[in-house]
Nanobody, 119 residues
C-alpha cells in the first residue's frame, strides 16, 4: 500500500508564506514525478507545480516566481514553498505522485491540505 500525506496548510495573511510537505510511504521502487495541484471552491483542480525525478520543474503561470517545488528523494518527500501569497491562492492543495511500484507505474493522490489566504 502506498500513501501520500500532506501537511503544512493553514491560514495566512496576504503577502505571507507557507511551506507544504507531502511524504510518500509504502512499497515504492522509485519516484518518477511529484506534483502539487490545488482546487478552489467552485473551480476545477489545477496543476500548480511539478518536479521530475531528474529535477526538472514546471509551474503554473499564476505562481511562477512566488512558489518553489523541491524534493528530497531520500525521504520520498516533496515540498512546496509558497511566498507572497494572494487571496486567489486559497484552496485545497493536493499532492500527486507518479510512482514505480510492484505493479508498474501508478498515479497516487493525497487527501489534501487547506490553504486559506485572508486578512
Amino acid at each position: 500500500q502506498v500513501e501520500l500525506v500532506e501537511s503544512g496548510g493553514g491560514l495566512v495573511q496576504p503577502g505571507g508564506s507557507l511551506r507544504l510537505s507531502c511524504a510518500a510511504s509504502g512499497s515504492i521502487f522509485s519516484i518518477n514525478a511529484l506534483c502539487w495541484y490545488r482546487q478552489a471552491p467552485g473551480k476545477q483542480r489545477e496543476l500548480v507545480a511539478a518536479i521530475t525525478s531528474g529535477g526538472r520543474t514546471n509551474y503554473a503561470s499564476s505562481v511562477r516566481g512566488r512558489f518553489t517545488i523541491s524534493a528530497d528523494n531520500a525521504k520520498n518527500t516533496v515540498y512546496l514553498q509558497m511566498n507572497s501569497l494572494k487571496p486567489e491562492d486559497t484552496g485545497v492543495y493536493y499532492c500527486n505522485a507518479l510512482l514505480s511500484v510492484l505493479a508498474g507505474k501508478r498515479n497516487y493522490w493525497g487527501k489534501g491540505t487547506q490553504v486559506t489566504v485572508s486578512s
